[in-house]
């Protein structure tokens, strides 16, 4: 009897070539579509239109790949859970961190609420398009970096657990994107030459600040642009719109380059300086969850991290604190460490664990929690 998989399709090429290569390996493949908003893809007074994702052309064209391959296929509505994800992002912002939803929508929602699905209709595995290899090790499930240096997606899987990973399949981690795109040329799928998702898939094309200033009217409170050494520069209409690293829209002429490179949610102030002020040799790291190893005893360790989804890891020294803390000191200094981003350690090609970045000066009140993954979060996902 075949094993049963359901392939979460986007209407991308990606896991168009990926409900492929799961037929072609003998499963019993069933294609389901997220539905995440507003599915007739026009613009309405509470969903602005949005880059890419949840339109009725991605719907439309997962189906018409669903039927070519001969594969059953389904729109499952999960608008409500996704409402929870956005309001994440935008309260992210609002605490003066830089969020990343597609990483608590892999853990949340794909292998979350579809993976609970999955089971739900007898399916043992849950297949994604993403680009990552996964590898057992005895009773344990390694997270892996895919082959395909350049697409590799292992970063944003970081938070599953060993449970998820035993129902997760992944086709295309030994794939090149070129190697994709060529086989979905030879299948003629119509996802064949589909551009890539560049932007988060709620952000509308006028960007997130018009999304933050929609969902929480009233939340901006302007404060002060300050440099380093706490000169005033300049106000700002709200810390929601700016993150570390940030170089446009500081509303300040400097006659050289600022970039922004600390906020601090408690007193409102935005911190820039120069492109040398943005480098950062240690910081804090929470919430942890530990992939393809078992909770390191209270010892340094060392490992390669990476600090965002296109950062090249950079070795460093990991230094456990407490319990779900530890302190990642680099060997070299990088830039614009972010709190609200991930922070992934990596040996050599294998995710040993992760966590979330802590803002790298203490607050003089305790901030909320970092993300959903923490155990105090009251975002309702």
Known sequence: ????????????????????????????????FM??????????????????????EDAHDAERVAESLDIPFYVLNF????????????????????????????????FGKLLRFAGDIGAAYLATGHYARLALTGRRYSLKAARDGRKDQSYVLFPLSQEQLAHALFPLGEWTKEEVRKKAGELGLRTKAKPDSQEVCFVP????????????????????????????????????????????GLGIAMGEPYYVVDIDPVGQVVTVGRDDET?????????????????????????????????????????????????????????????????????KDTVLGGGWIKRKTPLSAPSTPASPLHRNSKVSI
């Open 79 to 110: 608008k409500g859970a996704f409402e929870g994800l956005v309001d994440y992002f935008c309260a992210e912002y609002t605490r003066g961190r830089t969020p990343n939803p597609c990483i608590i929508c892999n853990q949340t929602l794909k």
């Open 35 to 56: 539905r995440m908003g507003n599915l007739s893809g026009a613009a309405t007074a509470d969903e602005p239109r949005a880059r890419s994702c949840c339109s009725v």
């Open 205 to 248: 094309e006028e960007g997130y600040g018009g999304l933050i200033r929609e969902r929480m009217e009233g939340a901006a409170t302007p404060g002060l642009i300050k440099d380093t050494r706490g000169r005033v520069l300049g106000n700002h209409p709200g810390i929601q719109f700016f993150t570390i690293g940030q170089r446009r």
């Open 1 to 32: 009897m075949k094993k049963k998989a359901v392939i979460a399709m986007s209407g991308g090429v990606d896991s168009s070539v990926a409900a492929y290569l799961l037929r072609e390996q003998g499963y019993d493949v069933v294609g389901l």
């Open 279 to 347: 480098l950062v040799s240690e910081f804090l790291v929470s919430d942890l969850n530990w992939v393809s190893i078992k909770k390191p005893a209270a010892e340094n360790f060392r490992a390669e991290v990476k600090i965002r989804y296109k950062h090249r890891p950079a070795s460093a020294t990991i230094r456990p604190v407490k319990d779900d803390v530890v302190r990642v000191v680099f060997d070299e200094p990088q830039k614009a460490v972010t709190p609200g981003q991930a922070a992934v350690f990596y040996a």
